[in-house]
Structure formats: structure tokens, C-alpha cells
Nanobody, 130 residues
Framework: EVQLAESGGGSVQAGGSLRLSCAIS????????LGWFRQVPGKEREGIAY???????KVADSVKGRFAVSLDSAKDTMSLQMNSLKPEDTAMYYC????????????????????????WGQGTQVTVSS
């Protein structure tokens, strides 16, 4: 069973950077899909970054050119490097393990009913002030 735990959130001014980490345990399958989502109260959870066992990565258009996802060779830490942060990036950030054959587009856009198929960390808050 995959278990995930995020860290690295905090408060930063607009234009600043943060690096989130996700500690991964129990990832034994050779096929996997991992990623990052974020959620603002009252809104749907938004998929923002994807990384799979083939090394394929994808980020959402809303963060393209500013955020990057990486996975270490031991597959026990996934990171989200966030640069040029904006106030609209303020959210709770979650790392996730999803259906291994979903592909990037479906993984990032599972729909409300698809989210129950994911394993989630507890989340880490990111606050960006103007």
C-alpha cells in the first residue's frame, strides 16, 4: 500500500519560490502514476503535475514554465519546485498516487468521481502574498 506525506509548504511573497516534497513508501509496482494536486476551499481539486514510471512529466497550463515535478532515483521522494509564485497559487497542495495506466491527461483531470481512486497525502499549505 502506497503512503504519501507532503512537506515544505509555507508563506512566501509573490515572485518567490518554494520546494514541496512528498515522501513515498510502499511503491513496489513497476508501473505507477504520481503527481500533485491543489485545492482552494469551495473549489474542485486541481491536478497540476504528473510523473510516471516512464519518466513522462506534465504540468498544467496554469503553472507551465513556473513549476516542475521530479522523482528521485530511489522513488521515495517526489518534489515540486515552484518558482515565480503568484497569489492565485495559494492553496492546499497534495501529492497523489493514481491509476498507473491513466496517462497524464486523465490523471490530472479525473473528475470529481475519479478522485476516490487516488491515494493522497495529508496536504501542505502554500500561501502567496502580494
Amino acid at each position: 500500500e502506497v503512503q504519501l506525506a507532503e512537506s515544505g509548504g509555507g508563506s512566501v511573497q509573490a515572485g518567490g519560490s518554494l520546494r514541496l516534497s512528498c515522501a513515498i513508501s510502499g511503491l513496489t509496482s513497476p508501473m505507477y502514476s504520481l503527481g500533485w494536486f491543489r485545492q482552494v476551499p469551495g473549489k474542485e481539486r486541481e491536478g497540476i503535475a504528473y510523473r510516471d514510471n516512464d519518466g513522462i512529466t506534465k504540468v498544467a497550463d496554469s503553472v507551465k514554465g513556473r513549476f516542475a515535478v521530479s522523482l528521485d532515483s530511489a522513488k521515495d521522494t517526489m518534489s515540486l519546485q515552484m518558482n515565480s509564485l503568484k497569489p492565485e497559487d495559494t492553496a492546499m497542495y497534495y501529492c497523489a498516487s493514481g491509476p498507473p495506466t491513466a496517462g497524464a491527461t486523465l490523471f490530472l483531470n479525473p473528475g470529481p468521481r475519479g478522485l476516490h481512486r487516488y491515494t493522497w497525502g495529508q496536504g501542505t499549505q502554500v500561501t502567496v502574498s502580494s
